[in-house]
């Protein structure tokens, strides 16, 4: 097929509209890794660029050498990686309950989660329920407990579950099987794209979040990555906390470049990540969107 004028138009339109959007992406990451490299007196002079000026890495050394930065990392995996697999498991078993015909209580239960996305019992009552009914303050359950079940997420699932053959099930029927055996070995092998398209959001979810940080916890010795982070964007002097004492660092520490430095700690495993499940991310998206 021969592409005419007005397509050959398009594609151009296209391409620069996307090059034009990546641009956008791009410059505030390459702003952030030109500040954390820049020398703090020239950061201050003369603001921030995109090349680097007066190359610097005392930053970088100062995080290396930060006990609270390196626990917070720390928690933080901890956090994503039980979280993650947590939301994994209990989001699979509802999506799947809801898509098996079998279940007589597939509709009810579909509407009880549903009915949670619009909505909900209010900031005080979830305060109260989290910290004096269930006694989680203060402590780590606290920051994954109540990010383990995303309604969205999980009917993300319940469209794949929906494609799966029910041959397939008849089959591990006739052989003997349960709900639980058919779930386990027959219907999660075959939804890897599923599995990790939802594992990524549930560990961008986890990763990210400060929200639960602020309202459970209040010993820094157990505050998450991105708890750090924000004290930092939002009170310069907490920059100075990752400073280890005793370090023989000048007394004029390089906290705009610390609070740069941080970010771009903060992101790397997620941009890692992505790579990663990329093969799956856009199959799992869309496998149950349409029908045929």
Request: aromatic share 12%.
């Amino acid at each position: 097929m021969i592409a005419t004028k007005s397509d050959r138009m398009m594609t151009v339109f296209s391409w620069g509209l996307i090059t034009l959007f990546a641009a956008f992406c791009l410059i505030p990451f390459l702003l952030m890794v030109s500040g954390s490299l820049t020398d703090e007196q020239i950061l201050i002079n003369e603001g921030y660029r995109l090349l680097p000026k007066g190359l610097n890495f005392e930053a970088y050394r100062i995080l290396l050498q930060s006990g609270a930065l390196l626990r917070s990392y720390g928690i933080t995996l901890f956090i994503t990686a039980t979280g993650t697999v947590l939301g994994l498991l209990v989001s699979a078993s509802l999506a799947y309950s809801i898509a098996n015909r079998r279940n007589r209580l597939r509709h009810a239960i579909s509407f009880y989660v549903y009915f949670t996305m619009l909505f909900n019992g209010g900031m005080v009552p979830f305060y109260i329920l989290i910290s004096n009914w269930l006694k989680l303050s203060d402590t780590l359950a606290a920051l994954i407990l109540p990010l383990a079940v995303q309604p969205f997420l999980v009917f993300l699932m319940v469209s794949f579950f929906r494609t799966v053959p029910e041959e397939l099930e008849e089959a591990g029927r006739i052989d003997g099987a349960g709900e639980v055996r058919i779930f386990v070995q027959l219907v999660l092998p075959i939804s890897k794209p599923i599995l990790a398209t939802v594992g990524l959001f549930y560990a961008l979810i986890y990763w990210n979040d400060w929200f639960m940080g602020i309202l459970f916890l209040s010993e820094e010795n157990k505050f998450p990555l991105q708890m750090i982070l924000r004290r930092m964007v939002s009170n310069l002097e907490a920059a100075k906390n990752l400073i280890p004492s005793g370090a023989g660092i000048a007394l004029q520490a390089p906290t705009y470049q610390i609070r740069m430095a941080t970010t771009l700690v903060t992101i790397g495993p997620i941009v890692v990540l992505y790579p990663v499940l990329q093969r799956y991310f856009v199959k799992g998206l869309t496998i149950g969107s349409v029908k045929g």
